[in-house]
């Protein structure tokens, strides 16, 4: 009997373990707090930083660079100066970070259908 819940737990680990690398690595960047909200924020096209400080409600200007720098070393945006004057500088998606916007828009749509409706289930 001990032998048997030994298998079934092993098994359980096993598929707990299947996690992909690529999946790890994209909740490790757009996971954390602010990331995807941002992405989502610059889908639209570029976007300065006031205004998209502006649009987030909540973060903190500090949050919001800091991410934004993070972002910038994923290579999903870009940081574009205008010298101005006055100087301004406008974040835009990479190529790479344009093409999350099926993916985000998915997620959007489930969180409308399973999340916002009170229910919590499909």
């Not at 690398?21 to 300065?48: C, N, Y």
């Not at 972002?71 to 344009?98: C, F, I, K, M, Q």
Request: charged share 25%; net charge neutral; aromatic share 4%.
């Amino acid at each position: 009997m001990a032998e048997k819940a030994d298998r079934s737990k092993h098994r359980d680990t096993e598929a707990c373990s299947r996690v992909s690398d690529g999946i790890t690595q994209v909740f490790g960047l757009l996971g954390k707090r602010w990331t995807g909200v941002i992405v989502a924020s610059l889908m639209e096209g570029p976007v300065h930083f006031a205004d998209l400080r502006r649009s987030i409600n909540g973060i903190s200007e500090r949050m919001l660079s800091d991410r934004l720098v993070e972002l910038g070393a994923a290579g999903l945006v870009l940081r574009e100066v205008d010298e101005g004057p006055p100087l301004r500088v406008a974040y835009r998606l990479t190529e790479s970070g344009a093409a999350l916007k099926p993916a985000l828009t998915e997620l959007g749509q489930w969180a409308e259908k399973c999340l916002l409706k009170g229910s919590g289930s499909c």
